[in-house]
């Protein structure tokens, strides 16, 4: 707008008001100014999200990790202290480990 406003400044004479104003309003209106703002404002909305996207990441998988390690030695637990011949048992833990593994997948996919 700098460069409008000094074009606005340095009129003189008659008619000089019309000439301001056709000179900022040119200078909204000739497409310079709104698309400049909306790619600064793309740039600065694309790089929080990349840094929050980071930090988040950062934050999260070591959780899932710890998470994953306890239900892990959980299993392993529970299936020692399981018989071979607990048939139900066995088969929901199973089912468990299944919807655990999806779990961790969906999350993965999450693209954190």
Same mark, same amino acid.
């Not at 997948?105 to 954190?112: C, H, Y």
């Given at each position: 707008? @700098?460069?409008?406003?000094? $074009?606005? /400044?340095?009129?003189?004479?008659?008619?000089?008001?019309?000439?301001? =104003?056709?000179?900022? +309003?040119?200078?909204?209106?000739?497409?310079?100014?709104?698309? #400049?703002?909306?790619?600064?404002? *793309? #740039? !600065?909305? /694309?790089?929080?999200?990349?840094? @929050?996207?980071?930090? $988040?990441?950062? !934050?999260?998988?070591?959780?899932f990790?710890?998470?994953?390690e #306890?239900?892990?030695?959980?299993?392993?637990?529970? +299936?020692? +202290?399981?018989? /071979? @011949?607990?048939? $139900?048992?066995? *088969?929901?833990? *199973?089912?468990?480990?299944?919807?655990? =593994?999806?779990?961790k997948? !969906?999350?993965?996919?999450?693209?954190?």
């Open positions: 707008m @700098t460069p409008a406003y000094r $074009l606005a /400044n340095s009129q003189m004479g008659t008619g000089m008001a019309a000439r301001q =104003k056709a000179a900022v +309003r040119g200078h909204i209106t000739g497409g310079i100014l709104f698309p #400049n703002i909306i790619i600064a404002v *793309s #740039n !600065d909305v /694309n790089s929080v999200v990349a840094e @929050t996207k980071l930090r $988040l990441k950062g !934050d999260v998988e070591p959780v990790i710890t998470l994953e #306890n239900v892990k030695m959980a299993l392993k637990s529970a +299936r020692q +202290r399981c018989s /071979n @011949t607990d048939r $139900l048992q066995n *088969s929901a833990l *199973s089912e468990f480990e299944r919807k655990l =593994k999806t779990l997948e !969906d999350i993965e996919a999450l693209e954190l």
